[in-house]
């Protein structure tokens, strides 16, 4: 009689049923202790009919023994060995996550840099002066690699000399000071809502500047264009969804030709120029109040942009109702029925508590004419407050006077309704030093944008002190 080990659970005998150690009549303890496996058998008595002559099964890894309280003690302090040292690692492997978590916030969460200043409520915040600080924004809350920032607007990439000193000035309100925003607290504090910056590439200056500034903290994003947006990002472990909505003029726009029937507008001689619907909204923002939560507007730089709508070439045609306005009325009438339609459609329907806001004009700093004038803005520090009075006085009428004249409008536009005005125009004004200007090649001096990491900064801190008043109100 022969026999075959063919597993390490069961011993067979040529023409007879196997011997399955794995029965409940065997009882099989591993344990691995200097690279040998002992094996207790019990019971092995009954099988000795069948194996009279097996006493005894060796492998080069397994042995069955006699003694099974010898094997028991050793059972027994292996496991106790084993046991100390499975608690010795997992003690070690806590220790180093512990390590790790602290190192990780430490250098992946600028937020924690920014003290939470009190709010004063009763601070005029756009009532102050810029402080060059060495200090401020160490470390930034972001910086030129975040890949939103735009090309034109990115100072540092394209080698503008005072890029990184721009970082380094504060704006100090008299009296109070303006809290620098944290954008983990931001997170977490608007968590569940929706925020839309509703108007032209300006509010995306605004837009890229919070974006980058919660990426930071908070990598994680999903990237999609909700409502007709131009595009938008969700930060999925706060769902906090924020977005940029493109529109120029808020009001639906396009061009314009004569009829050849003729027509109201032909009848006095027009050929050509862009139609303006002044009490429909935009397409791309249409549905925005029904999804946001939280809603930033602004339109104003194109309104006085002789390059796109000259009087004479492609003079502005405003329509109500589909039906042109005769006699047909300036730009400036023209932004005040579009203001008062689009006002009136925002609060109608926009969601319930919703925070409505709108912008103020940002200024620009050309010198020596307009963009297509060959104007330049090769300040490399902010302007004294005389000097802003020459650039912005409507006195002076100078190249730069648009700023206060928009301002003006929406005066008017926004008394007595829900909105709230975001006034960023008078620190602005100072910065005739944070501009693109000629930064990476351009062809023409970028006076109009800002620079990323920059300016739009404050206008965030700007913001969300506002936002975390009506918060505190409510």
Known sequence: MSYNLNSRSHISVRG???????????????????????????????????????????????????????????????TSSLASRLLLSLLCLVSLFLCFSLFRNDTASPSLAYSALPENNNCNYTDGRWIH??????????????????????????????AVDLLKWRWKP???????????????????????????????????????????????????????????FTFVKYNLTIVYHRTNLL??????????????????????????????????WVEAPHFH????????????????????????????????????????AGLDMVLAHMVSFVQKMARPN???FFRTQSPRHFEGGDWYQGGSCPRLQPLAPQVVEEFFSLKNNGTNVETRLVN????????????????????????????????????????MHWCLPGLTDTWND?????????RVRN
Not at 278 to 284: A, F, R
């Open 16 to 78: 007879r049923s196997p011997v399955d150690l794995r029965s409940p009549r065997v009882d099989l303890i591993q344990t691995f202790r200097k690279n040998k496996v002992i094996l207790r058998v019990q019971h092995i008595e009954e099988r000795r009919e069948q194996c009279p002559n097996v006493r005894r099964v060796r492998t080069s890894s397994s042995m069955a023994t006699r003694d099974p309280h010898r094997s028991s003690k050793k059972v027994t302090a292996a």
């Open 174 to 232: 008299n009296g109070c000071d303006l809290p620098p925003f944290d954008p983990l607290r931001f997170l977490q504090n608007f968590r569940d809502n929706n925020i839309g910056f509703v108007g032209d590439s300006l509010n995306r200056n605004m837009f890229v500047s919070l974006f980058c500034a919660l990426k930071r903290v908070s990598p994680e994003v999903k990237k999609w264009r909700p409502v007709g947006a131009d595009r938008g």
């Open 251 to 284: 009001a639906r726009y396009g061009r314009w030709s004569a009829s050849n029937s003729g027509g109201t507008l032909e009848s006095l001689g027009y050929k050509e120029g862009y139609r303006i619907d002044v009490d429909l909204p935009d397409g791309t």
């Open 408 to 447: 003006q409008h929406l005066d008017k536009a926004l008394k007595g309704t829900n909105f709230q005005l975001l006034d960023i125009t008078h620190i602005s004004e100072f910065r005739a030093d944070a501009h693109p200007s000629a930064a990476g090649g351009k062809r023409h001096d970028d006076c």
């Open 354 to 356: 919703a925070n409505l």
């Open 293 to 332: 939560d939280i809603l930033i507007f602004n339109t104003g730089h194109w309104w006085w942009a002789p390059s796109k709508f000259d009087p004479v070439k492609s003079p502005m045609l405003f329509f109500e109702k589909g039906v042109p306005l005769t006699p047909p009325i300036s730009p400036d």
């Open 462 to 470: 700007l913001f969300i002190a506002h936002l975390n008043r009506i």
């Open 133 to 162: 600080d060495p200090t401020v924004r160490s470390p930034p809350r972001y910086d030129h690699t975040c890949k939103e920032i735009f090309k034109g607007w990115n100072c540092i990439a394209g080698n503008k000399s005072n």
